[in-house]
Nanobody, 125 residues
Framework: VQLQASGGGLVQAGGSLRLSCAAS????????MGWFRQAPGKEREFVAA????????YVAEPVTGRFTISRDKAKNTVYLQMDSLRPGDSAVYYCAADRSGSTYLSAYVRGYNYWGQGTEVTVSS
């Protein structure tokens, strides 16, 4: 399975970005997907996750109400819509896939088997 993240960039505080993660592979459409982020000098942290059907999702508390996760099964792509961005949201954002088939949406790095290359988001004040 290969994951290709895109959509990052430079945006002013209060602005929006939409990240995309395109998955390729025979069974990747059956994987739960997650987004994580990592700022310089910090650990990678969970942002959001969505089930393979797209009917269940979980968003981390720091971004609740501002970020939305969704997926297009036909395109095998997961999106992270980021609104009301803050300088503290600046990080490299990674998408990840969980091949376990579990209905549980993991918020931990160890819960995912495949990772994309990351896309950088910079929010200026």
């Amino acid at each position: 399975v290969q994951l290709q993240a895109s959509g990052g960039g430079l945006v002013q505080a209060g602005g929006s970005l939409r990240l995309s993660c395109a998955a390729s592979g025979r069974t990747s459409s059956r994987y739960a997907m997650g987004w994580f982020r990592q700022a310089p000098g910090k650990e990678r942290e969970f942002v959001a996750a969505i089930s393979w059907r797209g009917d269940n999702y979980y968003v981390a508390e720091p971004v609740t109400g501002r970020f939305t996760i969704s997926r297009d099964k036909a395109k095998n792509t997961v999106y992270l819509q980021m609104d009301s961005l803050r300088p503290g949201d600046s990080a490299v954002y990674y998408c990840a896939a969980d091949r376990s088939g579990s209905t549980y949406l993991s918020a931990y790095v160890r819960g995912y088997n495949y990772w994309g290359q990351g896309t950088e988001v910079t929010v200026s004040s």
